[in-house]
């Protein structure tokens, strides 16, 4: 599977720029990209302001999205604020080639920054089938929490996390990436932001993937770029048959 990671500076509550960067770096992308990645809230940065800058789930941001994703025949995931029955959320979409999408309501909210105070949190995962891959898909600080994210009872080829993670523990951010990893003998592809917000916050980018075994497919990326990669399926079951680590994993309830 032929994937592309869209790692840049979000420019601040801007809905319109940032969408029209993002609209011009995937319709230069080559035609046979299988899934885009985008950071967390791509289209404002981390807000906490939801009330200016959110919309409807069918709204402006989702129709360019599914466009992009019908144009270029693609996939395409990331992140941007929704308001629902007088409700704030931080949904993630993974919108299929064909228009049609998926979301995931981030259940673990940023309490340092008040993210729980805004925002409503989800209870469901979303794990999707494309292209024979399942795929399981998070954002940002749900990378703390390993629980959410173990292999139980729903098996899964690619962990995804989506996020607005800042510079100064990004040495957790590799670290955790790395372990979840490992732990689930996945492949793990992680976009971030990068630049700087008006809060001062300072966001290195260091989006990457790993494969099952712990080994950097693509090392952290620093600054504005897009870089492209192929995961391949068959060496992960082959490891997975060989190792059988998952089969001695301890069962668990998440409630």
């Keep these: 599977m032929k994937t592309a990671l869209i790692q840049f500076d979000t420019i601040w509550e801007d809905k319109q720029a940032n969408l029209e960067y993002v609209q011009d770096k995937i319709l230069n992308l080559p035609n046979d990209i299988d899934l885009i990645f985008l950071p967390e809230m791509f289209t404002t940065g981390f807000t906490m302001n939801p009330e200016m800058v959110a919309e409807e789930e069918q709204g402006e ?86 629980v959410f994210s173990r292999i139980v009872n729903e098996n899964y080829d690619l962990l995804v996390y989506v996020a607005s993670w800042p510079d100064r523990r990004i040495d957790a951010w590799d670290a955790l990436l790395k372990a979840r990893a490992i732990e689930n003998m996945s492949y793990v592809v992680a976009v971030n932001r990068c ?20 080994k950097y497919i693509v090392k952290p990326l620093i600054n504005e770029q897009i870089y492209i990669t192929e995961l391949e399926k068959d060496p992960l079951q082959t490891a997975r048959q060989k190792f059988a680590f998952l089969n001695d994993a301890d069962d668990f309830e998440i409630k």
């Design 195 to 214: 630049g700087t917000d008006p809060n001062g916050v300072e966001y290195s980018g260091h989006s990457q993937a790993i494969d099952f075994m712990g």
């Design 61 to 146: 941001t989702l129709q360019i999205i599914q466009k992009l994703a019908l144009d270029k025949q693609t996939a395409i995931t990331g992140s941007w604020v929704v308001k629902e029955d007088n409700n704030y959320y931080n949904r993630l979409f993974f919108v299929f080639p064909d228009g049609s999408y998926k979301t995931y309501n981030k259940r673990h909210l940023f309490t340092l920054a008040g993210e729980e105070k805004v925002y409503r949190s989800g209870d469901e995962k979303l794990i999707v089938s494309y292209k024979g891959w399942n795929i399981y898909l998070l954002i940002c600080y749900d990378l703390r929490f390993p």
